[in-house]
T-cell receptor, first 114, second 112 residues
Framework: QQPVQSPQAVILREGEDAVINCSSS?????VHWYRQKHGEAPVFLMI?????EQKGHEKISASFNEKKQQSSLYLTASQLSYSGTYFC???????????????FGRGTQLTVWP | DGGITQSPKYLFRKEGQNVTLSCEQN?????MYWYRQDPGQGLRLIYY???????QKGDIAEGYSVSREKKESFPLTVTSAQKNPTAFYLC???????????FGPGTRLTVT
């Protein structure tokens, strides 16, 4: 049920681009992206809904391919502040439940060097 | 200011003791969640609740208990039955419509 993120870690120089992928074996209703700095709580970046909608946040954007059951997060012209662990979460309502919940991937650690 | 508060930030306990972690929100969110985070494991769901007096087990509920007597509060008790309780615990809340989750600052629990 847990989505699979790749790569596990990325090291970049400031100004470089990166792509983080998130794929699921289950049909997706929506995909959420969060960023967590070391020792802090995850912070919501964006949500993508069915329909291939692409959303953006600063120089970070994402796409959602419903057919392939995957989402990608694009970080362009990375800044030092982008360092952290990025998590994708897939929203589902499990069989037998009336409550929806997120399944989170294991995270991708992004390090940006000056 | 609206938000989620968790207390305490750091908590130390001896093995065999129950401990309760606090989570309060003033965002008027219906849904609340408890996650456990271990290095390299991502966020694993312990319990979640969408309305007062109702909650469901997540993926790793064994050794934990919760209550939801008020909309604003969702305390988590780590019982002595939890075999490896040392972890970072995060509480989150969301509205029913957007599902965007807002996280509290977390409680780092160390059991020795």
């Amino acid at each position: 049920q847990q989505p699979v993120q790749s790569p596990q870690a990325v090291i970049l120089r400031e100004g470089e681009d990166a792509v983080i992928n998130c794929s699921s074996s289950k049909a997706l209703y929506s995909v959420h992206w969060y960023r967590q700095k070391h020792g802090e709580a995850p912070v919501f970046l964006m949500i993508l809904l069915k329909g291939g909608e692409q959303k953006g946040h600063e120089k970070i954007s994402a796409s959602f391919n419903e057919k392939k059951q995957q989402s990608s997060l694009y970080l362009t012209a990375s800044q030092l502040s982008y360092s952290g662990t990025y998590f994708c979460g897939t929203w589902r309502i499990d069989r037998g439940s009336t409550l929806g919940r997120l399944y989170f991937g294991r995270g991708t650690q992004l390090t940006v060097w000056p | 200011d609206g938000g989620i508060t968790q207390s305490p930030k750091y908590l130390f306990r001896k093995e065999g003791q129950n401990v309760t972690l606090s989570c309060e929100q003033n965002l008027n969110h219906d849904a609340m969640y408890w996650y456990r985070q271990d290095p390299g494991q991502g966020l694993r769901l312990i319990y979640y609740s969408q309305i007062v007096n109702d909650f469901q087990k997540g993926d790793i509920a064994e050794g934990y208990s919760v209550s939801r007597e008020k909309k604003e509060s969702f305390p988590l008790t780590v019982t002595s039955a939890q075999k490896n309780p040392t972890a970072f615990y995060l509480c989150a809340s969301s509205t029913q419509g957007s599902h965007e989750q807002y996280f509290g600052p977390g409680t780092r629990l160390t059991v020795t």
